[in-house]
């Protein structure tokens, strides 16, 4: 029963949010300028060399072109959970009959894959005028007939899986971030900090290009995984790395909606005491 309420919630949260396409244009049109911006970029840094890092130029662009899509179709959360929060709005969702954690996540969660998708989908598009098509899956020219398919189907499904845990995760860490609010007026510094490390590790520029030590701390952490994870899969893709990568993923996300659950209970506990 249950189930089917987050169902029903996640797909009618998708449906509003694509019956007004017009509130897309804004995000496309800065999502393709920063696309373009930062394939001029590279295209300077990449001049006189071939590869940085193991990265091509070509690699580089759709690196960033992937690693975005998490950024634009799953980086808002924070700002409605909190508004929840600081308006009193809480109390009253409090007092509905389902659970509050798992209810706000099928319907934010949802209604962000409509965005995502139409953010990949103009991503791809502008890829392939800017730099041509995406590397080929393993890297191969030598992957000929139907093992080269293959290849490239099965990067097709562990990119779209990634995209999915990355949203995932960037919900219930976000979340944690937000129910802050249950003790803290203004939180929204810690939410600018989260936002930046996203930024800076992984999302902006693949680990490899971060001195050893950083890359190695950063592997530690969750941020890799919102960003980094489906970006590296899809620019080089290879089937074990690719399962590391999503399983790492899996294993944040479980650890990050645990967190979620301790912060609402705590927090929960407390409005009930504060009277609302």
């Known amino acids: 029963m249950r189930s089917r309420c987050y169902a029903i919630a996640a797909s009618t949260s998708m449906r509003e949010r694509a019956a007004y396409p017009g509130n897309f244009i804004g995000s496309m049109f800065t999502y393709a ?3 373009f911006i930062f394939s001029r970029v590279w295209a300077g840094a990449y001049a006189g060399a071939s590869e940085i ?18 950024s634009f179709g799953f980086g808002r959360f924070f700002w409605t959970l909190s508004r929840d929060m600081k308006n009193g709005q809480i109390a009253y969702l409090l007092a509905r009959p389902y659970d509050y954690v798992g209810y706000n996540f099928a319907e934010k969660y949802g209604g962000s894959l409509v965005e995502a998708g139409v953010i990949l989908v103009e991503g791809l598009l502008v890829g392939i005028l800017l730099v041509g ?3 080929l899956a393993g890297g191969a020219p030598s992957l000929a007939g139907g093992a080269g398919v293959a290849a490239e189907a099965s990067r097709a499904l562990l990119v779209g899986l990634s995209l999915l845990l990355a949203g995932a995760l960037n919900y219930f860490l976000q979340a ?3 129910m802050t609010a ?4 203004e939180n929204e510094a810690f939410f600018w900090i989260f936002q930046k490390l996203t930024l800076v590790v992984g999302t902006l520029i693949p680990i490899e290009f971060l001195p050893t030590a950083a890359a190695t701390l950063a592997r530690l952490t969750p941020f890799p995984y919102l960003s980094y994870a489906p970006a590296r899969i899809m620019v080089a893709y290879s089937p074990g790395e690719a399962w590391s990568l999503v399983a790492a993923q899996a294993l944040w996300l479980v650890l990050a909606a645990a967190l979620a659950r301790i912060v609402f209970s705590f927090g929960s506990r407390r409005l009930s005491v504060n009277g609302g």
């Open 133 to 135: 098509p995406p590397p």
């Open 182 to 185: 249950f003790w803290l007026e």
């Open 33 to 35: 300028l920063f696309v």
């Open 176 to 178: 944690s971030i937000a």
């Open 53 to 70: 890092a193991g990265y091509t130029m070509r690699m580089a662009v759709w690196y960033f072109i992937v690693a975005e899509v998490p």
